[in-house]
């Protein structure tokens, strides 16, 4: 079997296409990228819960380690054209397991962080440049190799897996931190993706349907025909790329919106959990309200997902903007209100279906207007914006708590932003051809 990102390399298995029954691979292909988001986003996300006795030990200040998280953020933006520009060559069996080695090894080393730079370096480094490798874009890329017909599902359901991560793995983290301490925490979860996620993409990963014998959908010949080709391997550099797209609007548009997405997504998450310890809560309850908060995420993709397959994927992404925006608000109004706990309920039901479905969304946004168009390298491109948008939202809350003494002036700019790309998903993006 060749590893070749080459549609046309598998070639010599056309005589086993058109195979219909049993299962489609695509939907193993969706659950291997289903499993590998849920542990490496968890590695990105459980910043959150480590910056409590990071903070408690070392006294380092919130802006400190925010810029941790930013130089996390950046390299994953710096580096994920480039991981799309490979993926698109060589296939994702050749990129993304080195993506779990380095996140797994990185979060592995945590066991000796002493000084701050230890968390820039094993943090901030090796896990920006392992999520750009086996995250968000590569994920996202090799979907419409696999589904034509079902996109915004099987991106939804690939996706959610952040979800899972979030309803599972951060409870789990903020229990393996109270009863081992921080550092065996970081020794177990970056052993975990070693010894499980990695095995699992090296043994199940494929390039393209052609690979198992079969089309995209798992259709016959004669449906597959009908059916946009797959994307071939880009011979394009990404700067030969970005000169081509940068005259439409859409790629604008999109922009835009991601960068509102990668400063929403890296501001609360990061955040939320001494959010909550600020407002005299349990560290238990904070990480519970953020698995919590994961659990509806996965309804939202799926559920959005679905929706924008039906109903256009630009209006699902204006619902779950202003869903989002609305959740961040009520975060805010926790701490003032008596009921603090229902309006903590609200705002992960509020919030996660929101933001589950911005993700799905943008996403399948992408895939329509560039599915066909060196995809990897392009939504690696605007993954950028994400990454400014990750790179200017933590250290931007966290000094502006340590200026302020409130979340209450970042968080409220998040919003503002919220409101700005609903208006340019509405006005500007465009699904006419």
Not at 60 to 73: H, K
Not at 113 to 136: K, P, R
Request: proline content about 4%; some cysteine; aromatic content about 14%.
């Amino acid at each position: 079997m060749s590893d070749s990102g080459d549609p046309g390399s598998a070639s010599g298995h056309s005589s086993r296409r058109g195979r219909t029954g049993g299962l489609y691979y695509g939907w193993v292909i969706v659950g291997v990228s289903f499993i590998a988001m849920a542990f490496h986003m968890a590695a990105t996300f459980s910043f959150s819960l480590f910056q409590v006795p990071l903070i408690q030990e070392f006294g380092w200040s919130r802006g400190a380690l925010g810029g941790a998280f930013a130089v996390c953020m950046s390299l994953y933006a710096i580096c994920s054209p480039k991981a799309g520009s490979i993926l698109e060559r060589k296939g994702p069996r050749a990129l993304i397991p080195w993506g779990s080695v380095l996140i797994g090894v990185g979060l592995a080393l945590g066991f000796f962080i002493s000084s701050l730079w230890h968390v820039y370096v094993f943090i901030g480094v090796m896990i920006g440049v392992g999520i750009a490798m086996s995250g968000f874009v590569t994920h996202s890329a090799i979907m419409p190799r696999w589904f034509f017909r079902n996109r915004g599902l099987a991106m939804g359901i690939a996706l959610s897996g952040i979800g899972i991560g979030s309803l599972i793995l951060m409870p789990t983290i903020e229990r393996l931190i109270a009863l081992f301490g921080w550092r065996y925490a970081y020794l177990i979860f970056g052993a975990s993706i070693l010894l499980l996620i990695l095995p699992l993409k090296l043994l199940l990963l494929r390039n393209h349907p052609a690979d198992v014998g079969q089309n995209i959908d798992g259709a016959s010949d004669e449906e597959a025909a009908g059916f946009p080709k797959p994307p071939a391997s880009s011979s394009q550099k990404v700067g030969e790329v970005f000169r081509h797209v940068m005259r439409e609007k859409n790629f604008w548009a999109l922009m835009i919106l991601v960068f509102v997405i990668g400063l929403n997504n890296n501001s609360i998450w990061s955040q939320l959990q001494i959010f909550f310890v600020d407002a005299k809560f349990s560290t238990a309850f904070g990480a519970f309200v953020f698995g919590l908060t994961g659990a509806i995420r996965i309804l939202g993709s799926v559920v959005m997902g679905w929706a924008g397959d039906h109903m256009s994927h630009k209006r699902a992404q204006a619902i779950a903007l202003f869903l989002s925006g609305l959740g961040v608000l009520i975060l805010l109004s926790v701490p003032h209100m008596g009921n603090g706990v229902v309006l903590a309920f609200l705002f992960a039901a509020t919030y996660g279906f929101g933001v589950g479905g911005m993700s799905t969304s943008y996403a399948a946004m992408c895939a329509d207007a560039y599915g066909g168009r060196s995809f990897g390298v392009i939504i690696g491109i605007l993954e950028i914006c994400f990454g400014l948008g990750g790179f200017i939202g933590p250290p931007m809350a966290g000094f502006m708590f340590d200026y302020t003494g409130s979340y209450v002036l970042p968080f409220c700019i998040v919003v503002i932003f919220q409101v700005v790309a609903l208006l340019v998903c509405h006005f500007v993006y465009s699904t006419e051809k």
